[in-house]
């Protein structure tokens, strides 16, 4: 007997006829059919169909990335009950006013009460009244990231904080009317919070930071970059408190930082990955050193420019026990000379390095490039943008053979970044 076969627009006759597919699978079973899709366009063919596989599809959808006002959220809330995470962020370069407001966060709290994850990036209309509205009603949120939303201060970020104490990240860079209360509340309320966002808050303070690891002990990122008001003491102490968990942290223009947190983050956090003191003045060859010892294992990615009291021992240092560095900034740092790179290919060595970038060396030459890609055989791209010894031409005399994949930035505006410095930095 010919088997039964499944047709979607048939209707079910006697036995060896054609069986229409929606009688013969349930809902459950219709929706592991649907978990086999991995692919975007697939899951968005799946739901076209008919209602009810769109109605099961729609039931599925976890991650969504909208722009709408109250109306057309009301309607998404109904269509899509089980979303997780929720992206409403515009481009800095094509925002526009007012965009995502207090009323649609007031939507989504009521109606998307299981979310886990906030995107609200650079939503300028946003203020406190629809952070509150978070904070009172989506407990589970995990993720918020309001970066750039100005009209924000410490009243709304402290109810979210105080509201959603399952918070693991939060960003808010660029709210400058941030203050240590909400630093306060999130030492309070957020114990696992790992992922902080906090550039160009530049009213936090040290006190603010230490309350912060007086509960926050889990911080895996932190990012407190243009921060100008912190200094040794408060990073210090969260290098201590988050010594084993600490990942990431980006202090690019805290000049108030020296040696002190250098040397405690050496000191406890052999586990740090990325590390960024662009800017740090005060910090000198001694806590780099140390730094490259303690983390030697374990860091991948550096960013010392205008640090003005690098030489070249500690970035030898850096270059010979960091094995797995991959991304290294140098910019600026006008002491540095060849003799950094001279010996570190001694002995076979060969770095991991991906990424180098040493704009405005005025003392390095073209046979510190020769020395340095001796040892540098995996890089992607090197940065010697106004190296006033160091040009195309003198490279191409020298003989010097770049790794075939790399790409060599000679000129052009120092503001400019390619993407790979971006995915290290």
């Not at 530049?202 to 243009?226: E, P, Q, V």
């Not at 210090?236 to 947190?261: H, M, P, Y």
């Not at 374990?298 to 960091?322: F, P, Y």
């Amino acid at each position: 007997m010919a088997p039964a076969r499944l047709n979607g627009g048939d209707r079910p006759t006697e036995e060896g006829a054609s069986i229409c597919i929606n009688d013969a699978l349930t809902d459950d079973e219709l929706r592991a059919v649907f978990a086999w899709l991995e692919k975007e366009d697939e899951r968005d063919l799946f739901g076209l169909v008919c209602k009810r596989w769109l109605r099961l599809q729609s039931s599925e959808r976890r991650r969504l990335r909208a722009r709408a006002g109250p109306a057309m959220l009301r309607r998404m809330t109904d269509r899509f009950p089980g979303l997780l995470e929720l992206d409403l962020s515009q481009s800095a370069s094509r925002s526009f006013y007012p965009g995502v407001t207090d009323s649609d966060l007031a939507v989504i709290a009521a109606g998307f009460w299981n979310l886990r994850v906030l995107d609200l990036q650079n939503c300028k209309g946003v203020t406190d009244v629809g952070m509150i509205s978070l904070g009172n009603d989506l407990p589970s949120l995990q993720s918020l990231d309001v970066s750039q939303c100005r009209k924000i201060t410490d009243k709304g970020l402290v109810a979210v904080a105080l509201g959603c104490s399952s918070l693991k990240r939060l960003h808010v860079a660029g709210s400058k009317s941030v203050t240590d209360e909400l630093l306060k509340a999130l030492s309070r309320s957020c114990s696992g919070l790992e992922d902080l966002g906090l550039a160009g808050c530049n009213n936090i303070t040290d006190t603010g930071l230490s309350a912060l690891a007086d509960g926050c002990r889990y911080i895996n990122s932190l990012d407190i970059s243009k921060c100008t008001k912190i200094g040794d003491i408060g990073v210090s102490r969260i290098a201590e408190v988050a010594s084993s968990s600490l990942k990431i942290l980006k202090l690019l223009d805290c000049f108030r930082v020296g040696d002190e947190s250098i040397f405690s983050l050496a000191h406890f956090c052999h586990n740090l990955e990325t590390l960024v003191i662009g800017g740090c003045r005060d910090v000198t060859d001694e806590s780099i050193k140390a730094l490259s010892l303690a983390c030697c294992d374990s860091l991948r990615s550096l960013r010392m420019d205008w640090c003005l009291n690098i030489t070249d021992s500690s970035l030898n240092s850096v270059l010979s026990n960091c094995g797995h560095l991959a991304a290294l900034d140098i910019g600026c740092c006008d002491k540095l000379t060849d003799l950094a790179f001279q010996s570190v290919g001694m002995g076979g060595f060969e770095s991991q390095l991906k990424v180098l970038k040493m704009s405005n060396c005025m003392k390095i030459t073209v046979s510190g490039v020769g020395s340095m890609l001796k040892f540098c055989k995996s890089l992607e791209y090197v940065d010697l943008r106004s190296c006033p010894h160091i040009t195309r031409l003198g490279c191409q005399q020298a003989g010097l053979q770049f790794p075939e994949c790399c790409k060599t930035n000679y000129d052009g505006s120092l503001s400019e970044n390619e993407t790979i410095v971006d995915v290290f930095f």
